[in-house]
C-alpha cells in the first residue's frame, strides 16, 4: 500500500509501491461503466476496494466508486462509507458551481461579452447525477479583443470569489480566434438561464487534449471521454472531429481508444473504429504510471528555488512530465514504439522555455513580495507590537 | 434560505451551511422534519405525518430529538422551547427503542460530511490481519495500524488464528495493532 512521503518542506509525492499497476487496474475495473445511469455490478472483494479506495479519492472519482458500489456489501463497508462521503460532497459543491456559472456567465454577458463554458459543469451534465462529476473551477472562454473587459467584469463586487478560469480564445485547441467555436456553440438551459457551450464535436476534441496536456493523470478525465461517447447526440459529425483534429488526429484516437479499451467505453456508430484500435505499447502502462502518481500537488513557485537552489533538483523531478505529457508537450508522435525519455525531455524544455518568457514579470513580482514582507517585519501593523509602557 | 445549498436525493437531504462553511446530510426522518418547519404546520400534524409516512410508531418522541439535532446545527431560524415533558428524549434511547422493532434507520440522524483523503483512505484496508504469524508484521497489509477487519470488536483478536493482533478503539476508528 503507498503513502504520502514528504519530500523536502514543500511538496507531497506519491511513494513508488510494486503493487501500483495492480492499483491502476483495480482503479478501471471500478471506473468501468461507472458513468452509466444502471453500471454493471461489481465483483471485487472488501481487501480489494480497500486497495483502491485512495486512488478513488485522489482521482476525483470517490463519487463514481460509490455510484458503482450502492446498494451492494461493499457500500456498507469502510471504504464505501467514505466514497459516500465523497459523493455527498461532490453533489453539494455541483449545485454552488451552477449558482456561480450563472452568476459568473450574467456577471460577463452584462459587459457585452459572450463566454463558452467549457468541461466541469458541460461534462458533469453528461453523467447521471451532478455529483458524480467533481470540478474545481469554471472554465469560461471568451474572444482575445473581449479578454480584458471580461476580466475587468469578474473583478468587479458582484464578480469576486467566483472561482472562473477565463481563457483568452482556446489554446488548448490551438485556436487563438474563437469564431470557429462560437459559430458551431449551442445554448443549453442552467436555471432558466442559457448558456453557451461547446458543440459535441468540438467538446469532445478539447477533453482528449486536456487529457494529454496533463498526462492522463486523472482517471476522471478518461471516464469524462467515455461518457460523452456513450452520451453523443444524433447526427454527431465523426468526419468533421476527424477533420478538425488535424496534427492531433492520431493523438486523439489514442484516446478514444484507451476510454474503450480501458473503461469498456461503447463507441457506439463511429466509423473509425479501426483508428481506436491503433495504440501504441507503452501507453497502457504510462497510463497505469500516471493514475497511481497521480496529481503531483507541487507547493511553492519555480522561481523561489532561485533562493533555494539546493531545492531545484527535488523541483524539476516533481515537474518532470510522464511519457504521455511529455510527447504531447513536445510535439511528437504517438504511434511509434520510441523510447519516451527524448520526448519527456523536450516536454520539459518546452515547459521551460515558457517559464522564461515569463521570467521577468515572475522575477518582478517576486521582489515585489520579497519587499513587501521585508516592510511589514520593520513596520508592523497598528495594534501589534509591545506595549508603550514595556 | 439563501445561506444554505440544499440537494434532496432519494433517502436523505445534503444542506451546505455557507455561513458556517459545513456540509451536513439530514436522513430521512431529520429531513421530512426540517422541510415542514415551515412557521405553518403544527407540532401534532408533523408527528401524524411521521407516523404515517414512516410508520413510525412513536412520532412525538422522534420529532423533539430531530428538532434538537436541527437547532443544534443552526438549521432553524427561531429558538425552540422543548417542554418538560419531551428533555428527557435522547437519540440513544430512541434508537434502542426502533432497534428492537427493527426501524433504527428511522432515528432522526443529522451527520456532518467530511471531505475523505486519500491518505485516510490509505489506512483503510478491509484485509484481515496478518499479525505475527505471517511475517512479524502487526496487520492487514503487513503494516501496524491498518483498520480491522468488519465485525471486529474492541479489545478482541481481529484476525486469524495466527494473529495476535488486537482490535483497538482509537477515536471513532477501531486499529489493528500489534
Same mark, same amino acid.
Given at each position: 500500500?503507498?503513502?504520502?512521503?514528504?519530500?523536502?518542506?514543500?511538496?507531497?509525492?506519491?511513494?513508488?509501491?510494486?503493487?501500483?499497476?495492480?492499483?491502476?487496474?483495480?482503479?478501471?475495473?471500478?471506473?468501468?461503466?461507472?458513468?452509466?445511469?444502471?453500471?454493471?455490478?461489481?465483483?471485487?472483494?472488501?481487501?480489494?476496494?480497500?486497495?483502491?479506495?485512495?486512488?478513488?479519492?485522489?482521482?476525483?472519482?470517490?463519487?463514481?466508486?460509490?455510484?458503482?458500489?450502492?446498494?451492494?456489501?461493499?457500500?456498507?463497508?469502510?471504504?464505501?462509507?467514505?466514497?459516500?462521503?465523497?459523493?455527498?460532497?461532490?453533489?453539494?459543491?455541483?449545485?454552488?458551481?451552477?449558482?456561480?456559472?450563472?452568476?459568473?456567465?450574467?456577471?460577463?454577458?452584462?459587459?457585452?461579452?459572450?463566454?463558452?463554458?467549457?468541461?466541469?459543469?458541460?461534462?458533469?451534465?453528461?453523467?447521471?447525477?451532478?455529483?458524480?462529476?467533481?470540478?474545481?473551477?469554471?472554465?469560461?472562454?471568451?474572444?482575445?479583443?473581449?479578454?480584458?473587459?471580461?476580466?475587468?467584469?469578474?473583478?468587479?463586487?458582484?464578480?469576486?470569489?467566483?472561482?472562473?478560469?477565463?481563457?483568452?480564445?482556446?489554446?488548448?485547441?490551438?485556436?487563438?480566434?474563437?469564431?470557429?467555436?462560437?459559430?458551431?456553440?449551442?445554448?443549453?438551459?442552467?436555471?432558466?438561464?442559457?448558456?453557451?457551450?461547446?458543440?459535441?464535436?468540438?467538446?469532445?476534441?478539447?477533453?482528449?487534449?486536456?487529457?494529454?496536456?496533463?498526462?492522463?493523470?486523472?482517471?476522471?478525465?478518461?471516464?469524462?471521454?467515455?461518457?460523452?461517447?456513450?452520451?453523443?447526440?444524433?447526427?454527431?459529425?465523426?468526419?468533421?472531429?476527424?477533420?478538425?483534429?488535424?496534427?492531433?488526429?492520431?493523438?486523439?484516437?489514442?484516446?478514444?481508444?484507451?476510454?474503450?479499451?480501458?473503461?469498456?467505453?461503447?463507441?457506439?456508430?463511429?466509423?473509425?473504429?479501426?483508428?481506436?484500435?491503433?495504440?501504441?505499447?507503452?501507453?497502457?502502462?504510462?497510463?497505469?504510471?500516471?493514475?497511481?502518481?497521480?496529481?503531483?500537488?507541487?507547493?511553492?513557485?519555480?522561481?523561489?528555488?532561485?533562493?533555494?537552489?539546493?531545492?531545484?533538483?527535488?523541483?524539476?523531478?516533481?515537474?518532470?512530465?510522464n511519457p504521455i505529457e511529455g510527447t504531447y508537450r513536445s510535439g511528437g508522435q504517438f504511434l511509434n514504439e520510441l523510447p519516451r525519455f527524448p520526448f519527456q525531455l523536450g516536454g520539459f524544455l518546452y515547459?521551460?522555455?515558457?517559464?522564461?518568457?515569463?521570467?521577468?514579470?515572475?522575477?518582478?513580482?517576486?521582489?515585489?513580495?520579497?519587499?513587501q514582507n521585508q516592510r511589514s517585519n520593520i513596520n508592523p501593523a497598528p495594534g501589534i507590537g509591545p506595549p508603550a509602557d514595556a | 434560505m439563501d445561506r444554505m445549498v440544499i440537494q434532496e436525493l432519494s433517502?436523505?437531504?445534503?444542506?451546505?451551511?455557507?455561513?458556517?462553511?459545513?456540509?451536513?446530510?439530514?436522513?430521512?426522518?431529520?429531513?421530512?422534519?426540517?422541510?415542514?418547519?415551515?412557521?405553518?404546520?403544527?407540532?401534532?400534524?408533523?408527528?401524524?405525518? !411521521?407516523? #404515517?409516512?414512516?410508520? =413510525?410508531? @412513536? *412520532?412525538?418522541?422522534?420529532?423533539?430529538? +430531530?428538532?434538537?439535532? !436541527?437547532? #443544534?446545527?443552526?438549521? =432553524?431560524? @427561531? *429558538?425552540?422551547?422543548?417542554?418538560?415533558? +419531551?428533555?428527557?428524549?435522547?437519540? #440513544?434511547?430512541?434508537?434502542?427503542?426502533?432497534?428492537?422493532?427493527?426501524?433504527?434507520?428511522?432515528?432522526?440522524?443529522?451527520?456532518?460530511?467530511?471531505?475523505?483523503?486519500?491518505?485516510?483512505?490509505?489506512?483503510?484496508?478491509?484485509?484481515?490481519?496478518?499479525?505475527?504469524?505471517?511475517?512479524?508484521?502487526?496487520?492487514?497489509?503487513?503494516?501496524?495500524?491498518?483498520?480491522?477487519?468488519?465485525?471486529?470488536?474492541?479489545?478482541?483478536?481481529?484476525?486469524?488464528?495466527?494473529?495476535?493482533?488486537?482490535?483497538?478503539?482509537?477515536?471513532?476508528?477501531?486499529?489493528?495493532?500489534?
Amino acid at each position: 500500500m503507498h503513502a504520502l512521503k514528504r519530500e523536502g518542506r514543500d511538496t507531497l509525492i506519491p511513494a513508488k509501491d510494486p503493487g501500483g499497476e495492480e492499483r491502476s487496474r483495480l482503479l478501471a475495473v471500478v471506473l468501468a461503466g461507472a458513468w452509466r445511469t444502471s453500471p454493471p455490478p461489481l465483483t471485487m472483494s472488501l481487501a480489494e476496494l480497500g486497495q483502491v479506495t485512495p486512488l478513488l479519492l485522489s482521482n476525483g472519482t470517490g463519487g463514481l466508486g460509490w455510484w458503482r458500489i450502492r446498494g451492494s456489501d461493499l457500500g456498507d463497508s469502510e471504504s464505501g462509507k467514505l466514497l459516500q462521503q465523497a459523493y455527498r460532497l461532490h453533489t453539494l459543491v455541483a449545485a454552488m458551481r451552477e449558482q456561480q456559472i450563472v452568476k459568473a456567465v450574467t456577471q460577463i454577458r452584462a459587459a457585452g461579452v459572450e463566454p463558452i463554458l467549457a468541461k466541469g459543469w458541460t461534462v458533469g451534465r453528461l453523467y447521471p447525477e451532478r455529483g458524480l462529476r467533481p470540478y474545481g473551477d469554471i472554465d469560461l472562454y471568451v474572444s482575445p479583443n473581449d479578454f480584458g473587459t471580461a476580466m475587468a467584469a469578474l473583478k468587479a463586487p458582484e464578480g469576486k470569489a467566483l472561482p472562473v478560469d477565463l481563457h483568452r480564445g482556446c489554446p488548448d485547441l490551438g485556436l487563438r480566434s474563437l469564431e470557429p467555436l462560437l459559430i458551431r456553440s449551442q445554448l443549453v438551459d442552467l436555471q432558466g438561464i442559457a448558456i453557451r457551450v461547446l458543440a459535441p464535436e468540438d467538446q469532445l476534441r478539447l477533453l482528449c487534449r486536456h487529457l494529454l496536456k496533463h498526462g492522463a493523470r486523472r482517471a476522471l478525465l478518461l471516464c469524462d471521454i467515455a461518457a460523452t461517447l456513450e452520451c453523443q447526440p444524433e447526427g454527431f459529425d465523426w468526419e468533421y472531429f476527424d477533420y478538425a483534429s488535424k496534427r492531433n488526429r492520431d493523438r486523439v484516437w489514442c484516446v478514444l481508444g484507451l476510454a474503450h479499451q480501458i473503461l469498456e467505453a461503447r463507441l457506439g456508430d463511429c466509423p473509425f473504429l479501426a483508428k481506436c484500435e491503433k495504440r501504441p505499447r507503452w501507453l497502457i502502462p504510462a497510463v497505469w504510471s500516471a493514475w497511481e502518481a497521480g496529481i503531483l500537488r507541487v507547493k511553492g513557485r519555480i522561481i523561489d528555488y532561485l533562493w533555494r537552489p539546493w531545492g531545484l533538483p527535488e523541483a524539476i523531478r516533481s515537474r518532470w512530465p510522464n511519457p504521455i505529457e511529455g510527447t504531447y508537450r513536445s510535439g511528437g508522435q504517438f504511434l511509434n514504439e520510441l523510447p519516451r525519455f527524448p520526448f519527456q525531455l523536450g516536454g520539459f524544455l518546452y515547459r521551460f522555455m515558457m517559464f522564461t518568457s515569463f521570467f521577468p514579470s515572475l522575477m518582478l513580482r517576486a521582489v515585489q513580495s520579497a519587499f513587501q514582507n521585508q516592510r511589514s517585519n520593520i513596520n508592523p501593523a497598528p495594534g501589534i507590537g509591545p506595549p508603550a509602557d514595556a | 434560505m439563501d445561506r444554505m445549498v440544499i440537494q434532496e436525493l432519494s433517502d436523505e437531504t445534503l444542506v451546505y451551511d455557507l455561513e458556517r462553511n459545513r456540509a451536513l446530510c439530514l436522513n430521512r426522518t431529520s429531513a421530512l422534519v426540517w422541510r415542514y418547519c415551515d412557521g405553518r404546520t403544527s407540532f401534532e400534524q408533523v408527528e401524524s405525518v !411521521l407516523e #404515517r409516512e414512516l410508520e =413510525l410508531p @412513536d *412520532g412525538e418522541e422522534a420529532v423533539w430529538i +430531530a428538532l434538537r439535532q !436541527l437547532q #443544534r446545527n443552526h438549521l =432553524l431560524r @427561531d *429558538g425552540l422551547n422543548v417542554p418538560e415533558t +419531551a428533555k428527557h428524549y435522547t437519540r #440513544r434511547v430512541f434508537l434502542t427503542k426502533m432497534a428492537r422493532v427493527g426501524a433504527a434507520v428511522m432515528v432522526p440522524m443529522i451527520i456532518s460530511i467530511v471531505a475523505p483523503t486519500a491518505a485516510h483512505a490509505a489506512t483503510c484496508i478491509n484485509v484481515p490481519c496478518r499479525g505475527k504469524g505471517q511475517g512479524g508484521r502487526g496487520s492487514g497489509d503487513g503494516r501496524n495500524g491498518g483498520f480491522c477487519p468488519e465485525g471486529s470488536v474492541p479489545g478482541q483478536a481481529c484476525g486469524p488464528p495466527d494473529c495476535t493482533c488486537v482490535c483497538k478503539k482509537a477515536g471513532a476508528i477501531l486499529r489493528c495493532t500489534p
